[in-house]
């Protein structure tokens, strides 16, 4: 729904004069000043680095309410999600707004059983990877080469044609993640297979061998579905808004996947997961937390707290309540609940949400830093964890990059900047001078 202009906002600038500034209500309760016209009419332009009070979009998809600690997809909040639904209903609801209807059939589950292969000269690309490659590597590259299989058949402005790229994209994520971690373990590659779910198929994909045939146990898969549902979009985080500046140029989506995955693997986005279980690794017990949580308030060292704060959540991470759940549950049912990495995190938390710098700057725990536990558990390995995220979060990209093709203020990314350097100089500049 576009949203609705009610009031103007009045900008008094420097030199007397005043500018008026639309104000586009959303929902929630949530108001923007409407500032496209700023630059045109004033030469002024807004400083916003990192844009914390910069809506780049209007979105219907996901709402994250900080303060309270609440998400919801397409207004439904995520732990009813995580609870009762399949990945790929998730997956529907996303990109089409709505779950599939109850008792029907989820016309995504059909789709992507079509598509799940990948071309067989594929497999070539990897073995142009170092043997001991980053999984998130050779992620990296291989959804890009995928552009070079359905590049000259896609016509960006026909839905159809959108419509099968995002199919193409999300059938074939697991099949490349899982080849990625074979790959990397120097093990043959496993073919998709079709009699299972999308999550099922992941890790079939990913741990079955040719010498014990792999079978799923419901509790490891839900708890891999959970895992998956909670991070499979979060409004516009760093990825995602990679993804869509990049697809704003019109760019071919195999790309823009790529870009996405590129700004995810950083460890202050989703290489953090990965960084909270090397972080507890390396605090070791519960006597040597304090001496951590030292290093992470001291402003001259670089060290922070791995999984904890968040750019918008300045209360508990709701997906972090329902990864420490699926950790007590999953722990319990390997006969791993006295596992000494989740006591010690749970003493970490304790200790953290205790202390006043933690309290005054409002750090919480946020999604990672319960999910690399619950991935362990399922024997995943640390180098798989931002990609499984990158395979979640590879739909909420994909929803993103729908919606922006029916975004009538869809434009090219191009910010502004404030220019700090030099003024014109050189020989052509003094000589116009004299
Ligand atoms: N440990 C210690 N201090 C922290 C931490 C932390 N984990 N997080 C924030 N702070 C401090 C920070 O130093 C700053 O202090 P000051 O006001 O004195 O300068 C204050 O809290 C505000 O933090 P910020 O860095 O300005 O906040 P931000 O919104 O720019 O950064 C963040 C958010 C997630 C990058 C940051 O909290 C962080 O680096 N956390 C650790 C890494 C992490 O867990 N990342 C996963 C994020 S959630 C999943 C995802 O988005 O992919």
């Not at 026909?158 to 994209?169: H, Q």
Request: hydrophobic content about 40%; aromatic content about 10%; glycine content about 6%.
């Amino acid at each position: 729904m576009a949203p609705k202009t009610q009031k103007t906002a009045q900008l008094h600038l420097p030199d007397g004069s005043v500018h008026e500034l639309p104000v586009l209500n959303g929902a929630f309760q949530k108001h923007a000043l409407d500032i496209r016209s700023l630059y045109k009419a004033t030469g002024f332009t807004a400083y916003d680095p990192g844009y914390t009070s910069t809506a780049s979009c209007k979105s219907a998809i996901t709402y994250i309410d900080g303060a309270k600690g609440d998400l919801y997809y397409r207004g439904y909040p995520v732990k009813k999600l995580a609870d009762h639904n399949t990945f790929l209903e998730v997956a529907h609801l996303l990109w089409e707004g709505e779950l599939p209807e109850a008792g029907g059939k989820n016309p995504l589950e059909e789709a992507v059983r079509s598509h799940s292969m990948v071309h067989e000269q594929l497999r070539e690309f990897f073995k142009g990877f170092r043997r001991d490659a980053h999984p998130m590597a050779i992620l990296m590259g291989t959804v890009g080469a995928l552009s070079s299989f359905y590049h000259e058949d896609l016509n960006l402005h026909n839905e159809d044609d959108r419509d099968l790229a995002a199919i193409r994209i999300l059938a074939k994520m697991p099949t490349l993640a899982a080849m990625a971690y074979r790959y990397n373990k120097g093990l043959p590659f496993v073919y998709p297979c079709n009699e299972l779910s999308y999550v099922e198929n992941f890790v079939y994909m990913m741990f079955d061998m040719p010498t014990q045939p792999y079978k799923a146990d419901d509790v490891r898969v839900k708890a891999l579905e959970k895992v998956m549902i909670l991070h499979a979009d979060h409004e516009q985080n760093a990825s995602t808004s990679t993804v869509r500046m990049a697809a704003s140029s019109h760019a071919d989506p195999f790309g823009c996947i790529a870009a996405g995955v590129a700004s995810l693997w950083g460890p202050a986005h989703g290489g953090a997961n990965e960084a909270v279980l090397r972080m507890l690794a390396a605090i070791q017990t519960p006597e040597n937390i304090p001496i951590f949580l030292e290093k992470a308030k001291d402003k001259a060292d670089p060290f922070k707290l791995m999984g904890f704060g968040h750019r918008v959540y300045k209360n508990y991470d709701p997906r972090a309540h329902v990864l420490k759940e699926v950790c007590h549950t999953l722990l319990k049912h390997l006969g791993l609940a006295q596992d000494p990495l989740f006591k010690l995190a749970l003493e970490l938390e304790k200790v953290a949400l205790n202390d006043p710098y933690f309290i005054e700057k409002k750090l919480y725990p946020n999604v990672d830093f319960y999910s690399g536990l619950v991935l362990q558990a399922l024997g995943i390995p640390l180098n798989m964890f931002t990609v499984l995220f990158a395979v979640a979060r590879t739909t909420g990209w994909l929803a993103h990059w729908k919606e922006l093709f029916d975004d009538e203020d869809f434009k090219i990314g191009r910010p502004q900047q404030l220019y700090v350097g030099p003024e014109a100089r050189g020989r052509d500049c003094e000589e116009s001078e004299e």
